[in-house]
Nanobody, 129 residues
Framework: QVQLMESGGGMVQPGGSLTLSCTASGATLHYYRVGWFRRAPGKGREGISCITDEYNSPYYSDSVKGRFTISRDRDIAKNTVYLQMNSLKPEDTAVYYC????????????????????WGQGTQVTVSS
């Protein structure tokens, strides 16, 4: 059974940084496509970043492009994908989820929740002064 666990959330001031981790058990994340999503208060789940398995190609939504960086730990044994978040804004406040799938995802569906079958429980990120 594949399980994902996010960590690294917390409270930070505007302009600050956080790094989220998504660690898997029950599967080798190196062979999975991994996405990061978030749900802000009163809003739906938004896809913000993903990384492919073939070439570790990163993709970002316009809302985070240039500020967030997704990456895989080079040590496959750590089975972890990171989301480095810089220049955080109050509108980045949300619960952040990682998701994974071993299946092919068309590029148009990288930020579609139904494209992923494994999800973590989420970690809260609050950006406030």
């Amino acid at each position: 059974q594949v399980q994902l666990m996010e960590s690294g959330g917390g409270m930070v001031q505007p302009g600050g940084s956080l790094t989220l981790s998504c660690t898997a058990s029950g599967a080798t994340l190196h062979y999975y496509r991994v996405g990061w999503f978030r749900r802000a208060p009163g809003k739906g789940r938004e896809g913000i970043s993903c990384i492919t398995d073939e070439y570790n190609s990163p993709y970002y939504s316009d809302s985070v492009k240039g500020r967030f960086t997704i990456s895989r730990d080079r040590d496959i044994a750590k089975n972890t994908v990171y989301l480095q978040m810089n220049s955080l804004k109050p509108e980045d406040t949300a619960v952040y989820y990682c998701a994974a799938t071993p299946r092919y995802i068309h590029s148009g569906n990288y930020f579609v929740t139904d494209a992923y079958e494994h999800w973590g429980q989420g970690t809260q990120v609050t950006v406030s002064s």
